[in-house]
Structure formats: structure tokens, C-alpha cells
């Protein structure tokens, strides 16, 4: 990935522990690496085709002079969420904060932090069997939408399906969508279940009827298991009504666990259920 660089952007702020760093403030050298591609900008010697970079410097001098915090990881931390929220060309960002006269009482250089944050791509699983199916899909995606730190990419149709409970209920409406994100899996979920409670989502009988379904189906290429989350999803390979949404958004994803794309995964369950509509 291509970079433009910010180094040591000198700037006045007054974060620290200290009550003396808050009313006295010191000098802050703030340094970024901003990812993108520059193709396009180079090809066409277009600014619309970058990023800015005294525009970043500036929102950089914002956040510091405008804000007070305790800790520099606060600092960080908001100066990357700004800066990857400047510009839907950018990538991720990597973010340093030098404080060269932290109140060490050692002879030092400067203290500091870096972190590194960056837009990460999520496959979702949408489903309702109650009420009116679709509004509370599309409410849920327009929802997400309309969250800062999510941007919805694609979505699938959404198809009739066969609940797969014996539990007495009505045919479902399913789909996928493709979103990136700022939330961490478990934010993300949480985001999730925000969406669930707005359609008044009863979680009463496992695998019984419900408003709106909203489950994690792929983050990046992670693996993750926890008390709370699963991911993979670990039933979504035995599911034709979240791989058959999903191949119309993403066929060439690839499982990082069995190491087959969605496609693939589709063509196996068919092979050995076959009375699946895929």
C-alpha cells in the first residue's frame, strides 16, 4: 500500500497527568502514516485523487490544541479515528506521539506512543421471520449505514427460506452484506445487537422465530473465539441461506479456517444436501 507521510508535526497542547501539563501545556511532535493508493494521483497529477496533506496537518493541530486529555494514547487514538474518517481513500493510518518534555525527572529524548488503526472489511448475515421482514432488514443496513465508523459496501438480495428449527414458524427473508468498519469484532457485535433491540428482538426459544437476525459471518481474515463470539461463524458452511447471499456479494472469500471460498463451501453443501436451493 502507498504512504504520504507527516513527520514530527510540531504542535502546543496541554495532555498530561499532571495538573501542571493541562494549564502550561508543552510542545507535542505528532507524525503520521497515511495509506492509500496513489495511483490514480500519479497517474493523473489530480488532488482530488489524494489526500490533502496540509488539510491532515491541520486537523492533526485541531485535535491536539482543541482537546485536553490525560494520556497521549487518547491522543493517538483520536488523531486516527479523525484522520481515517478524513477521506474514504484512506486505508489505515499509523500514528506517533512524541512528547519530548514529559515530567520524567530522567535525561531522555522524548516518551511516546504509536498505534495503528484501519478500516477492516466484515461479512454480516441478515435475516427476519416476524413483522415486516424487509423494513427491519433494510432499517438495520440503513442503520449501519448511517454509523460513522461503518461503511456498507454491498448487499445481497434477500431471499425466502425454509426455517431450519422444527419450531412451528414463518418462511424467513435472508441476505448478507458487506461493510467495512472502525469496531473491533466485539464493538462490532455489540453495534449489532444495538440494531436487534431497536426491532425488538426476543432472544426467548433458540432457534425460534425473531425480528431481525444479525450475526458476524467473516471479519477480515480473523479467527476468533470467545464466550461471545465465534468467528467464522461456525454453522455458516451448513447454512444454504447464508452462503447462497453471501456467493452473490463475495464468492471468492476464502474461509480462513477450511481454506475454501464461499463458492466452494456452496458446491460442497449441495454435494451432500443436495435438496438445498443454492
Not at 84 to 102: E, M, N
Not at 121 to 146: F, H, P, Q, W
Not at 216 to 237: A, C, G, K, N, S
Amino acid at each position: 500500500m502507498d504512504k504520504i507521510f507527516i513527520d514530527k508535526l510540531q504542535v502546543f497542547g496541554r495532555h498530561g497527568v499532571l495538573s501542571e501539563e493541562n494549564s502550561l501545556g508543552q510542545m507535542f511532535y505528532i507524525s503520521a502514516e497515511i495509506r492509500l493508493s496513489l495511483k490514480n494521483a500519479g497517474t493523473s497529477d489530480a488532488l482530488e485523487n489524494t489526500v490533502n496533506y496540509s488539510e491532515c496537518c491541520h486537523l492533526i493541530k485541531d485535535i491536539c490544541e482543541q482537546n485536553t486529555f490525560k494520556l497521549i494514547e487518547t491522543l493517538a487514538e483520536k488523531t486516527a479515528d479523525a484522520l481515517l474518517k478524513f477521506s474514504p481513500l484512506i486505508r489505515s493510518v499509523r500514528v506517533r506521539i512524541d512528547k519530548p518534555s514529559a515530567p520524567i525527572g530522567l535525561p531522555l529524548e522524548s516518551v511516546g506512543a504509536e498505534i495503528e488503526r484501519a478500516w477492516k472489511t466484515a461479512y454480516i448475515a441478515l435475516g427476519s421471520n416476524m413483522g415486516d421482514k424487509r423494513k427491519y432488514i433494510e432499517d438495520a443496513v440503513k442503520a449501519i449505514d448511517a454509523d460513522e465508523n461503518c461503511r456498507v459496501l454491498r448487499v445481497s438480495d434477500l431471499i425466502v427460506t425454509t426455517p431450519v428449527s422444527d419450531i412451528p414458524q414463518d418462511d424467513y427473508l435472508n441476505g448478507c452484506m458487506a461493510a467495512e468498519t472502525l469496531y473491533t469484532p466485539i464493538e462490532l457485535l455489540d453495534r449489532l445487537n444495538v440494531e436487534e433491540a431497536a426491532a425488538d428482538r426476543k432472544r426467548t426459544v433458540k432457534w425460534g422465530p425473531r425480528t431481525l437476525d444479525l450475526d458476524i459471518i467473516f471479519y477480515e481474515d480473523e479467527i476468533i473465539q470467545t464466550d461471545r463470539l465465534t468467528v467464522p461463524h461456525p454453522l455458516m458452511h451448513k447454512r444454504g441461506f447464508v452462503l447462497d447471499p453471501l456467493m452473490q456479494i463475495a464468492p471468492y472469500k476464502k474461509h480462513p479456517v477450511f481454506g475454501k471460498t464461499v463458492s466452494e463451501l456452496a458446491e460442497d453443501l449441495k454435494k451432500t444436501s443436495p435438496e438445498i436451493n443454492l
